[in-house]
Every structure is written in structure tokens, then in C-alpha cells.
């Protein structure tokens, strides 16, 4: 089993990356990719979701991801490794995922930052967006 320091040493590798929809290696990652890459990487078993649309109502970027081995647990547990999903106001349906990211530490996390004005893999504060709204937390299958 992967440890979670070689699985944070591994999503540090990744930082300054730049980001592309869809992207599942260095030259252009998006958010899911980012995750995807980091697991397949380590040897981290994660199913990869395709052809998922950018950003619109609806979106179910990694529904699945979620729903394998991962268990949701509650923000005060989650420790670094384990991923942040997120929503944007309007999404209508919570389950449905438009974002996620990998926690560094308390209030610290990595992301795959498709803003115009970023395009890049970096970190972040988890409330790094004033409209994100986090939905879950999820335990990465990690040995401490």
C-alpha cells in the first residue's frame, strides 16, 4: 500500500504544472487529472472518468472517483493526501462534482486551477474561491 508521504512527495512533483481540460500528464493536467496522475503514479488504484464537460450544471467530473474505496469522512479528520470536492453555486444536484483537490494540510490543499488568470497546478487556501463551496471530504486509501 502507498504511504501518504510518498503520495504528498509525488503531488508536490506536480506543482507549476500547467493546466489543461482533460490533461492526465506534465504537460496539462485539469483538477480530476491532477488526482488521476498522482494515483496512477503511486500505485494508488483510481478509476478515471472521461469525457466530462467543463464547468456546466450537472457535471458529474468525478462521481465515480468518489464512489470507489474512497469513504467521506468529515473535514476536522481529513489528513493531508485526501481529496476536497467542490461545487459552484447553481449546481442543483450536491452528489455532482465540478472540482476537486488534494489536502497539504489544515487549511492548505493542491489543485489543477482552471481560472484564466492561474492555468497552472498550485496551491491553495480550500476556501481558495469565494463561490466554491466545499461538499466532501474523502479518506485517500493511504497507509500513515
Known sequence: ?????????????????????????????????????????????????????????????????????????????????DLLHYRWPGERTPERTQHVALLLGPDLMMHADGRPHVLRVTKARIDFHPDARLQGVYRMPLED
Open 1 to 81: 500500500m502507498t504511504t501518504r508521504a510518498d503520495f504528498l512527495a509525488e503531488l508536490l512533483t506536480w506543482e507549476g504544472m500547467p493546466f489543461h481540460h482533460q490533461g492526465r500528464v506534465r504537460a496539462g493536467v485539469d483538477c480530476l487529472g491532477l488526482v488521476v496522475a498522482v494515483c496512477t503514479a503511486t500505485g494508488v488504484s483510481a478509476e478515471d472518468v472521461a469525457n466530462y464537460r467543463r464547468m456546466e450544471q450537472g457535471n458529474a467530473l468525478a462521481s465515480e472517483l468518489l464512489r470507489q474505496t474512497m469513504g467521506q469522512i468529515d473535514l476536522a479528520q481529513a489528513r493531508p493526501g
